[in-house]
């Protein structure tokens, strides 16, 4: 840029601008932006790094997950390892993986995966994975995809299942399987498939059992849009109405907390006169 160390040294000890670990300097003297720190990590890593994980989500626009600042370079390029920063060497980067215009990050969908990957658990993965659709920072299709090239972890099952419960809603814990869970805990088995007309038309109620009163609505990830939400809100009026007690579940819920909602669903049919 034209800057020579000399004229470095002399703003940094003027105060003007101020260095950042070993190979960043700002021109400024306040904290760093987002994308300040972004690039910071970048420069100290060292060539081939690239944002990944959740922090590639929260460069490409994910909102309200907090996690710690993640960089990938490809196997043995031996970068630096600066603090504040996670870094990982990774067999799996592969030609046209990184977006090279502007700050360097993994494509969205391959990084929403790797999250998951090297998530604290399996519900801070099923919950990233969760907000990067939720967001439209990436699409189920796209996360199926890059999800393809993991051939081993502990946790592939697990995000398989995920995967398929962002691409199918409540489908992919449907009847058959809710059941299950229900003997699984040592409750009744809900009827199934029965229906309830309302002002609005024919009502079809997945879970219920009649003779207590309870309903339990399985929800998918597209139940948080603001059309379903709607659809959602007149449903449950309308089975309130007739004296119904209704438990709401995310699908996620019963992925990464089956003991707590199946706990749930034992006290709404004890609520009902159940003396399982």
């Not at 600066?82 to 502007?102: A, C, L, M, S, W």
């Amino acid at each position: 840029m034209g800057i020579t160390r000399w004229q470095i040294v002399a703003e940094l000890r003027a105060g003007r601008w101020a260095a950042h670990q070993k190979q960043t300097v700002a021109t400024h003297t306040g904290e760093l932006t987002a994308a300040g720190t972004w690039w910071s990590a970048i420069f100290e890593v060292g060539p081939g790094a690239a944002l990944d994980g959740s922090t590639a989500l929260s460069a490409a626009g994910l909102r309200g997950f907090e996690d710690v600042l993640h960089v990938s370079t490809p196997k043995s390029s031996r970068p630096r390892r600066p603090r504040d920063v996670v870094v990982h060497e990774t067999r799996r980067r592969q030609p046209g993986d990184v977006i090279e215009v502007g700050l360097p990050r993994v494509r969205p969908a391959i990084a929403a995966v790797r999250a998951a990957l090297w998530a604290r658990s399996d519900r801070q993965a099923a919950l990233v994975l969760a907000m990067s659709v939720q967001q439209r920072i990436t699409t189920p299709v796209a996360l199926a995809e890059a999800f393809s090239a993991v051939r081993r972890h502990r946790r592939r099952t697990f995000i398989r299942q995920i995967l398929d419960d962002l691409a199918n809603g409540a489908q992919s814990i449907g009847e058959l399987e809710f059941a299950r869970l229900c003997r699984m805990y040592g409750l009744p088995e809900p009827d199934r498939q029965t229906r309830r007309r309302g002002s609005d038309g024919v009502i079809h109620l997945d879970s219920s059992w009649s003779p207590y009163g309870a309903v339990v609505e399985i929800e998918g990830l597209h139940h948080l849009e603001a059309a379903q939400a709607l659809a959602d809100a007149s449903r449950q009026n309308e089975l309130t109405l007739d004296n119904d007690r209704v438990l709401r579940i995310p699908v996620l819920g019963l992925r990464i907390s089956p003991d707590h909602y199946m706990a749930q669903v034992a006290r709404l049919l004890r609520a009902g006169g159940w003396h399982g």
